[in-house]
């Protein structure tokens, strides 16, 4: 299902000159599924930090909001209909982010800017902590859509998600901030070793009302880099889609989870066979300096070879009404 030829994304995360993280894992599927995405980099590396090295700069906010500043001297900012941020990295970022997105927001109150809160994973911060606060005071509230993983959900809502009910408040919770969409991307349940569930929850601003919902999907052996800027640029794009045909019904975000969910569970099967053909394995304890750069790479997204799964997924998935 193709983006209405309206649809303009500015998309504000990292950049890596090789492999798929950040922009380089949102871009394409986004311009894939028929967006027009213009992106501003937070950082510029020559590959993620999983590798032994890496080299390239962070970039301070003077040089995000100069780029946008460049685009509105030029009349570029007007036709913005998203907002899509990923990795920040630190506080003055995160400022930068609110001025754009409150200025894109000024131009098109009818914005919609979906915030992937890149916070950490697996009980480990990624950022400094004092950016917990921010995301949640600061950018939660210009926010049409939130894609936290279980761990970042968790530090946002200060709920531990252990079953659906949590989940649930945790979504609740994020309501409160005024996220009218909040996706759990991936949340690890008790009971539930080999299975991953996300966590929906779409609320009527005008009524109240929300639509809640869970999908499960098998938890793959492996190690996935990009995983989570891949998931938050499908979602986007597929409720980007799916919104202006269901208008006021609720429903149009558990669809575009299921579209979303049955791309990335294709592709990262995709990455796994091609890990276990080409032997790669994940040993334990391995750390940098340690790291042989054709293991490191083979946990990247298999995107390009896989692409026609996120225009035509074939694994199918259903969401489960949970209220």
Same mark, same amino acid.
């Given at each position: 299902?193709?983006?209405?030829?309206?649809?303009? $994304?500015? /998309? +504000?995360?990292?950049?890596?000159? &090789?492999?798929?993280? #950040?922009? =380089?894992?949102?871009?394409? @599927?986004?311009?894939?599924?028929?967006?027009?995405?213009?992106?501003?980099?937070?950082?510029?590396?020559?590959?993620?930090?999983?590798?032994?090295?890496?080299?390239?700069?962070?970039?301070?906010?003077?040089?995000?909001?100069?780029?946008?500043?460049?685009?509105?001297?030029?009349?570029?900012?007007?036709?913005?209909?998203?907002?899509?941020?990923?990795?920040?990295?630190?506080?003055?970022?995160?400022?930068? $982010?609110? /001025? +754009?997105?409150?200025?894109?927001? &000024?131009?098109?109150? #009818?914005? =919609?800017?979906?915030?992937? @809160?890149?916070?950490?994973?697996?009980?480990?911060?990624?950022?400094?902590?004092?950016?917990?606060?921010?995301?949640?005071?600061?950018?939660?509230?210009?926010?049409?859509?939130?894609?936290?993983?279980?761990?970042?959900?968790?530090?946002?809502?200060?709920?531990?998600?252990?079953?659906?009910?949590?989940?649930?408040?945790?979504?609740?919770?994020?309501?409160?901030?005024?996220?009218?969409?909040?996706?759990?991307?991936?949340?690890?349940?008790?009971?539930?070793?080999?299975?991953?569930?996300?966590?929906?929850?779409?609320?009527?601003?005008?009524?109240?009302?929300?639509?809640?919902?869970?999908?499960?999907?098998?938890?793959?052996?492996?190690?996935?880099?990009?995983?989570?800027?891949?998931?938050?640029?499908?979602?986007?794009?597929?409720?980007?889609?799916?919104?202006?045909?269901?208008?006021?019904?609720?429903?149009?975000?558990?669809?575009?989870?299921?579209?979303?969910?049955?791309?990335?569970?294709?592709?990262?099967?995709?990455?796994?066979?091609?890990?276990?053909?080409?032997?790669?394995?994940?040993?334990?304890?391995?750390?940098?300096?340690?790291?042989?750069?054709?293991?490191?790479?083979?946990?990247?997204?298999?995107?390009?070879?896989?692409?026609?799964?996120?225009?035509?997924?074939?694994?199918?998935?259903?969401?489960?009404?949970?209220?």
């Amino acid at each position: 299902m193709s983006a209405p030829a309206f649809t303009r $994304v500015l /998309s +504000i995360q990292s950049h890596v000159v &090789s492999g798929y993280v #950040g922009n =380089r894992a949102a871009t394409f @599927p986004l311009q894939l599924l028929g967006h027009e995405v213009d992106v501003i980099n937070t950082v510029q590396f020559s590959n993620h930090t999983g590798y032994n090295q890496f080299h390239g700069q962070r970039f301070p906010a003077e040089h995000i909001l100069d780029l946008f500043a460049g685009l509105q001297a030029n009349g570029l900012d007007a036709g913005y209909t998203h907002l899509l941020c990923g990795y920040m990295g630190n506080s003055d970022n995160v400022r930068a $982010v609110e /001025s +754009i997105a409150k200025q894109l927001q &000024s131009t098109n109150p #009818g914005l =919609r800017f979906v915030l992937d @809160p890149v916070l950490g994973d697996d009980g480990a911060l990624y950022v400094p902590e004092e950016l917990v606060a921010l995301y949640r005071d600061v950018l939660c509230p210009l926010a049409s859509l939130v894609t936290p993983n279980q761990f970042e959900a968790e530090l946002l809502t200060g709920i531990t998600i252990a079953t659906i009910d949590d989940a649930r408040r945790a979504c609740d919770k994020l309501h409160e901030l005024g996220i009218p969409n909040v996706v759990i991307t991936s949340a690890q349940l008790s009971g539930s070793e080999n299975v991953l569930h996300l966590i929906g929850s779409e609320m009527d601003t005008a009524t109240g009302n929300s639509d809640q919902f869970s999908i499960e999907f098998p938890r793959l052996d492996g190690y996935f880099t990009g995983s989570g800027d891949f998931f938050a640029a499908l979602t986007m794009a597929r409720h980007a889609s799916l919104a202006p045909q269901f208008g006021t019904r609720l429903g149009a975000l558990a669809h575009a989870c299921e579209l979303a969910t049955a791309t990335q569970a294709g592709i990262m099967e995709a990455t796994q066979e091609y890990q276990k053909a080409t032997g790669i394995s994940v040993p334990p304890n391995l750390v940098r300096g340690t790291r042989p750069s054709d293991m490191v790479r083979g946990f990247e997204l298999r995107i390009i070879p896989s692409q026609s799964l996120i225009t035509n997924p074939t694994k199918q998935f259903t969401a489960t009404r949970i209220k």
